[in-house]
């Protein structure tokens, strides 16, 4: 019995009981890891953040908003403009002299060609061009912030499903386990009954164990392969791109309480930040709007050089012109486009008190999810450990004689939903706190906040 039990515990995974804060993580049972480089967590964030479709796309949203801006700035700028034209007539006019020489003399040539160049810039005498270029450069500030609400996003896509690999490989290495357990219960079993001492359907019992075991291993394979796909989809590259994941050593914990985190992320949120930017740029077009019925100011000066003048034509032309344009009367069109302006300034003042109370929800529903998955995962720890020693006993308890190849089947099967309750718990706890970042916008919550500012300027 004491060489069984030597055998017995040789075969069965260790105990997995751990505390959560900072402390090694430990698999229920360890599977070969897959072809392919190892791929960090840090390592996958990066080339999300390189290759991600929604990054790129908010990047490019950026720098549309940054052409937009220096065409707005443009337009408050000189220009310069140059034509030429070519003008033939049917036939050149002439005209005859009265006098004793009866001679004539060309009034209009058949053909006449001219250039010139004009300069014109608007004279902003009552700001309104500057209010449209102030409102474009926090809309710039807005996007900006988008993109830093993308990544904030991406960041927790990519750890979900480079958890979720994790998560499907532990559950292939328990699969593997179980496969290897029931393979020994069968053999024993057969010897048993080879011995006289064991009916067939104690044995047939067991080979039904065994091609289940199969079947679970072959299905935790599948959601491996699916699991590694996913991520692959996630970092925008090639599906078949082959890699292998790299467990973390610790599990991270939070020692900040909720309060503090939400007013933490109503600072950190990018999302916040590009709705108050977006309210300074709405600010800004009501303003430009109320400017309707002002002056405006235009400065031209042109030059026209005629190419080959003839007759009484001048060889060039040159003037300039001051041009003062004031609207009296539009209908009230310029009242309606005011209200309408003031409205959305409404409308963005509205979301923005929104999404800070969904900020706070949400921090406070991450920290919920984050102490109901460590709860779960200590328990699930410590049904490991029972289900681990349950087992190791009904098997000596049928080498002595004493138990049944069905308390045996029985405990490998407790056994395996145990050693799953605990990867999924340990990986729902990652995940969970992966949530928290996100919803406070630091890969570290612990962390001191940022210095506190409205990004109103």
Avoid at 13 to 37: D, E, F, L
Avoid at 147 to 166: K, Q, W
Avoid at 234 to 259: G, W
Avoid at 437 to 456: I, L, S
Wanted: hydrophobic letters at 35%.
């Amino acid at each position: 019995v004491t060489a069984n039990m030597a055998a017995q515990q040789a075969q069965t995974p260790p105990s997995t009981t751990q505390n959560v804060p900072a402390t090694p993580v430990q698999t229920p049972a360890q599977t070969t890891p897959p072809p392919g480089p190892v791929l960090s967590l840090d390592e996958a964030l990066t080339i999300a953040e390189q290759s991600a479709f929604d990054v790129r796309t908010s990047e490019s949203q950026l720098r549309r908003t940054k052409g937009r801006l220096n065409e707005v700035r443009g337009l408050a700028g000189p220009r310069v403009t140059t034509n030429a034209t070519y003008t033939r007539f049917d036939k050149e006019i002439r005209s005859t002299s009265s006098g004793s020489g009866g001679g004539s003399s060309v009034v209009q040539p058949i053909d006449q060609k001219q250039a010139g160049v004009q300069f014109s810039m608007p004279l902003d005498i009552t700001g309104t061009i500057g209010r449209g270029v102030k409102g474009a450069s926090a809309t710039v500030r807005a996007s900006e912030a988008n993109v830093e609400t993308a990544r904030n996003t991406l960041r927790l896509n990519v750890r979900s499903a480079y958890f979720n690999v994790l998560r499907a490989q532990a559950l292939v290495g328990v699969a593997e386990q179980t496969l290897q357990n029931a393979q020994q219960s069968v053999r024993t079993e057969e010897q048993r009954e080879a011995a006289g001492v064991s009916a067939r359907v104690d044995v047939l019992r067991l080979q039904t164990q065994l091609a289940q075991a199969q079947a679970d291993l072959i299905a935790a394979q599948s959601g491996l392969a699916l699991a590694k796909e996913n991520l692959n989809n996630v970092l925008a590259r090639p599906i078949e791109t082959p890699y292998s994941v790299q467990e973390p050593t610790t599990l991270p914990d939070v020692t900040v309480d909720a309060n503090t985190l939400t007013a933490t992320a109503v600072t950190r949120r990018p999302e916040i930040r590009a709705i108050r930017y977006q309210r300074q740029a709405l600010a800004w077009v009501t303003r430009a709007q109320e400017g309707g019925l002002l002056p405006s100011l235009n400065l031209t000066a042109n030059y026209n050089r005629n190419i080959g003048a003839s007759g009484n034509q001048r060889d060039y032309t040159a003037f300039a012109t001051v041009g003062l344009s004031w609207p009296i009367f539009d209908s009230g069109v310029t009242r309606a486009r005011v209200q309408q302006a003031r409205e959305d300034e409404r409308q963005a003042e509205i979301q923005q008190e929104q999404l800070e109370l969904g900020v706070s929800l949400e921090v406070r529903q991450a920290m919920t999810n984050l102490v109901n998955a460590k709860s779960t995962l200590q328990v699930a720890q410590t049904q490991v450990t029972v289900a681990t020693e349950t087992y190791r006993l009904a098997q000596v308890r049928l080498q002595a004689g004493e138990g049944t190849s069905l308390e045996v089947t029985n405990a490998l099967t407790d056994l395996t939903r145990a050693q799953n309750q605990l990867a999924n718990a340990r990986y729902n706890y990652l995940t969970a706190y992966a949530q928290l970042q996100r919803a406070v916008a630091a890969d570290d919550p612990n962390a001191a906040p940022p210095e506190q500012g409205t990004g109103k300027k």
